[in-house]
């Protein structure tokens, strides 16, 4: 079992910056995928951002540039850095665990809303 605590969601102005956290804990393969995925209303789920545990990354084209997810694996916690926040990122995001022979594991998720 895994559990997932985000944090650092919250208002933000057009053109502003949001730091999200997720802590994973309990029974944690070395092997992993980590990553970020949001949903907004009448929308589907779509990734965010992902990144392995060793530091490889994937980003959703429409936040090139803008976000960077990055891990501290020594604390078991992936971080999403958002900048230039745009309204269309309003929505929930939520943080998902993956890992070969494992079940996928997600956060309670956390919102984000841009607006002026």
């Known amino acids: 079992q895994v559990r997932l605590v985000e944090s650092g969601g919250g208002l933000v102005q057009p053109g502003g910056s949001l730091r999200l956290s997720c802590a994973a804990s309990?029974?944690?393969?070395?092997?992993?995928?980590m990553g970020w995925y949001r949903q907004a209303p009448g929308k589907e789920r779509e990734l965010v951002a992902a990144?392995?545990?060793?530091?490889?990354?994937n980003y959703a084209d429409s936040v090139k540039g803008r976000f960077t997810i990055s891990r501290d694996n020594a604390e078991d916690t992936v971080y999403l850095q958002m900048n230039s926040l745009k309204p269309e990122d309003t929505a929930v995001y939520y943080c998902?665990?993956?890992?070969?022979?494992?079940?996928?594991?997600w956060g309670q998720g956390t919102q984000v809303t841009v607006s002026s």
């Open positions: 998902n665990f993956r890992a070969t022979g494992s079940p996928i594991y």
């Open positions: 309990g029974s944690i393969r070395r092997a992993n995928t």
């Open positions: 990144i392995t545990n060793a530091g490889s990354t």
